[in-house]
Each structure stands twice: as structure tokens, then as C-alpha cells.
């Protein structure tokens, strides 16, 4: 099979820049909590590339991507990676032209592009339940969601033998596999673990270091052409598609929360912005590669104010969510994936047609898909909660939390200032 060295190095370059976006997320997070507790959570999301890569070589890329067992997950076969590498089988390249996709780069090119997801997912969540949950909860739970969730919702949707896959349910970049997926993870976790003390009483609560969330937003926004771009797999007319698109929303993202924000708040923030930009990347994300330049701009606008607007539900509800990962996350991810229904169109991907091109089918599928997405993560990840809070506990005792997780449980202080 003969391998493009353009489509290679776009794909590597692409792979490259998704795991910048988990130092990115790091940073993003970490300006939004308090100073007691900025390594703690910085150190939540780089440990996760060590755990999740170690996992992928190990058994995640082939429950993910190997030989299919009922559209459910993968065999074992690619365990150790064996059998995937510098080239492209016949038998790989069988199995993606089953799905109607022409593999141009090697076995091993897409498995550490895989990867770049597989290690963001579970970071996606720490921000739900910050300042509060022990790190080897966290370090347990991370193993254990990432080879019992995310290996088989990454099958579901993204193997050409998934049963998402064959139903024909769109997602070009993990609207469900990534965002619904960790979304509705982060909140189980965090109405397990409980709300942090003070909240939401205690004005202490604001974020400590906006420069630095603004900055991780600028590496999230910067990393995010690779997330959406590369997962067309190629450097061709659709990952252009899907790079302007992906710019276009969270452009308009941004627009749409800080307006809406002034609006009801009297004042346009800088932690609004950011977080526009991200809700708006988050809604592009299922749909990029399927819907025109207009329909992103749509789909941005209309995350950026559903988004905001959910952020309020959390003080109604009596959840602590932490950093807004369910608003942000879950909720546009549902929005995205939904919207991918409504926009998507032949004209842009043969795969497209959604309600704009006459399938009014196609958004059951999408809703399929998401409701599908809602009920395995949930209940798995609550069945992972309560394993590990039986083997270790969740939560941080009270003096660590009144000390902070950076000295109590890492032995740092992010800032020596005398």
C-alpha cells in the first residue's frame, strides 16, 4: 500500500501539536484555581501523558483499533504494538476501506496521533473536581477510565468496525469520544468526591493567575488545528476545511460569551474570552470536517452563549464543577455533536448529510450517539469511582485542603516570592 510522505508528515506534525494542548489545558486550568493548588493540578495533566501513553503501547490502541469484537471494542491482537508499524498491511488498510477511507500514512503515524486524544481525555476532566481529589485517585482512576471508557467509546465511533461507526453517526474529532465523553466523567467524579469547602460561599475562590489561563488558552486554540485538521489523516482540502472552521468558531465563540456576559454582567472578562474560545472549539470539533465555513460561525455563536448561560445551573443544582468543565465540555460537546446533524453536508465530506442536506435521520443518530456516549461513560465512570474510593479514597482531608494539595501532597509551592 503506498504511504504519502506529505500525508506523514502532516499527520506527525498534527500529533505534535494535540500534545501541546495538555500543558496548554494544564496552564488553562491552573490560573483558574487557587495559588495552594496550581502544581497539583499541573501535575494531574502531565502525569497523564506518561500514564496514557504507557497504557496505549501497552493494550489502548488495540481494544481501540484492532481486530473488531461486536462493534463494541478491539481484540488484543495489536497488544505491544505488534504487528503495527513503518508500513501499511493489506489487512489494515482492508479494514479502513471497509469504512470507505484510504489510509496515505503508516499504521504507527496514526496510533501516536490516536494517542495525542487518548492522553487529553481524562486530563479534560481534572478541572470538574479540582483542589479536592487525592492525585493517586486520580492516577488510579486515569488508568482505569482510559482502557474501560475511552478505548471502547474510541471504538464505537472511530473504528470502521464500531457500531456508532456502521450506524453512520458523525464525529470528526471527538465531540462524543473526547468531550461528551470526559464532560459527563468530570461530573460523576466530582458529585462523588463533593464539593470543595466554601463553596460557593467563599470569595477566596477566584482564580489566582488569569495570565496564566489566558496563555493556555492560546496553546488549546494553537494545538486545536491539530486536534480537528489532522483527523482528516491527510494534508488535503478537507483538513484546510476543518482548520478554518475550527478558527472561525472559536472566534465567534469567544464573541458569543463575552457579549452575552456583558450583557448580563454589566462586564466583558478576560476569563470569558477564554472561555468563549473554548466552548467554541469544543462545538467545531464534531463537526469540522463536515459543514461549511457559515454553519462554524453558527455553531461558535451558539456555544459561546449556551455555555455561559449553563455555567449558572451549577449554583441551582448545588454541584461544584470546579472549573466549568461540564458547561464547557459536556454541554458543547452535546451542542457540537448534535449541531453536526443539523449542518453537516455532502458538499463538504461524502459522509455529511444532515438535516440542511434533507436527512432529517441523521440527527437521531447524532442524538443516538450522544445519549449512547452519556450512559456508558456515566455509568462506568461511577463503578471506577467507587473502586478506587474502596482501594484508596477520593477526597483530600481537610487540613490538606485548607493547606493546599501543592505542599500537602506534592511537597512544592509554584510561587517562592521572597
Known sequence: MEISGADTAFVLICAALVLFMTPGLAFFYGGMVRQRNVLAMLMQNFFTISIVTTLWVLVGFSLAFGPDNGGFIGGLDFMGLKGIGQGITEN?????????????????????????????????MTGAFAERLKFKAYALIAVLWSILVYAPVAHWVWSPNGWLFKLGALDFAGGTVVHINAGIGALVIALMVGKRKGWPESPEMRPHNLPLTLLGTGILWFGWFGFNAGSALGANGLAVQAFVNTHIAAAVGALGWVVIEWIKDKHPTTLGAASGAVAGLVAITPAAGFVPEWASMVIGLLAGIVCFLFVSVKFKAGYDDSLDVVAVHLVGGI??????????????????????????????????????TLLYSGVVTAIIAIVVKAVVGLRVDEETEDVGMDLAEHSERAYVLD
Do not use: R
Open 92 to 124: 489494515w488498510a482492508n479494514m479502513w476501506a471497509e469504512g470507505n477511507v484510504t489510509m496515505t500514512v503508516p499504521e504507527l503515524a496514526f496510533m501516536v496521533f490516536q494517542l495525542m486524544f487518548a492522553i487529553i481525555t481524562p486530563a479534560l
Open 335 to 372: 451542542l457540537g455533536a448534535l449541531l453536526t446533524g443539523v449542518f453537516a453536508v455532502k458538499g463538504v465530506n461524502a459522509l455529511g448529510s444532515g438535516l440542511i442536506d434533507g436527512n432529517a435521520a441523521q440527527l437521531g443518530k447524532q442524538a443516538l450517539a450522544v445519549g449512547a
